[in-house]
């Protein structure tokens, strides 16, 4: 099983984890925001992160669903911008992500991908064909579309919410990329219409939340409809110049689930890689942040 990091980012650090609690480095600004993950405790005490952080994600008292128990607000310091730019730099290419605090903990990245990205960027690069094609299923605000564009491919970037995909443009255009496709829709509506369609996608990349819901209220729940899903993205892949792409960050999943879920999809591949993303803090703790699973026919 492979463990994966990101490495060689100057413009991102995790500086320490513990106290169900991260402070992390996001260019020029430092944050401490939660995260249940971490489960040990903190390499420097409270006082030094309290002095470090620009802002500090408090959360709303009260409330115990899984859907909510992140929504809170930011307490920020003097000097702390609502919005800023965080780079990506390759040999080979570069991204530039706007990033801003939600109400939800989020700040437009997930820096543990980068993994993912640089796996989507070599795969695309080495096809010999001409702009392939590339769907991104729950796109969020587009790390793995924009190193698939970056790449050289026709990119399809799905997501259910249309500011999140506002945001997603605004990173293309950060990132001097263009003409993307948007689709505001629910993933599972788009991905049958595709397979009625007969449409076929060289890349698909699968990074679907425990919960959600589609732009018409429609519910998306892990658990009863992943199966189904990649039963049908196996009808969009092509079966000669392919990557696929599972991520789960659903706490409760194995990697072994990844694993037989794509073994009995698409077969027994020789190339399959199964790990986990992770993000090691300054004092080497690593804090684990989600699983994957990845082939490809290059």
């Not at 909510?68 to 003097?78: A, F, L, P, S």
Request: contains cysteine; proline residues 4%; aromatic residues 12%.
């Amino acid at each position: 099983m492979l463990l994966l990091t990101p490495t060689n980012w100057p413009d991102y650090e995790l500086i320490d984890s513990g106290n169900y609690k991260k402070l992390e480095r996001f260019g020029s600004f430092i944050l401490d925001r939660p995260e249940p993950q971490a489960v040990w405790d903190p390499s420097l005490p409270e006082s030094e992160w309290n002095k470090m952080s620009n802002a500090v994600f408090k959360k709303e008292k009260g409330s115990n669903s899984s859907l909510t128990q992140d929504r809170g607000e930011w307490i920020q310091k003097k000097g702390m911008s609502q919005q800023w730019f965080l780079d990506y730099k390759r040999k080979d290419f570069q991204l530039k992500f706007r990033l801003g605090m939600s109400s939800f903990k989020h700040v437009g990245i997930f820096p543990e991908q980068a993994g993912n990205w640089d796996y989507i960027y070599e795969k695309v690069s080495k096809m010999k064909l001409q702009s392939p094609r590339v769907l991104n299923l729950f796109a969020y605000t587009g790390g793995a579309s924009l190193a698939a564009k970056a790449a050289g491919a026709d990119v399809s970037h799905v997501d259910s919410v249309k500011q999140v995909i506002s945001w997603a443009r605004e990173n293309m255009e950060a990132s001097n990329l263009a003409d993307i496709r948007w689709v505001v829709e629910d993933a599972m509506k788009f991905v049958q219409r595709e397979v009625k369609r007969g449409s076929k996608y060289q890349g698909i990349i699968l990074d679907p939340p425990a919960y959600g819901r589609g732009p018409k209220g429609e519910k998306w729940i892990i658990e009863d409809q992943l199966n189904e899903l990649i039963k049908l993205c196996k009808q969009l892949l092509d079966e000669k110049n392919n990557f696929f792409i599972l991520n789960l960050y659903s706490i409760g999943f194995s990697a072994l689930i990844v694993e037989t879920l794509i073994n009995t999809t698409f077969g027994k591949k020789s190339n399959l890689e199964i790990g986990e993303l992770y993000l090691a803090d300054s004092f080497a703790k690593k804090l684990p942040l989600s699983i994957f699973g990845r082939f490809s026919s290059i």
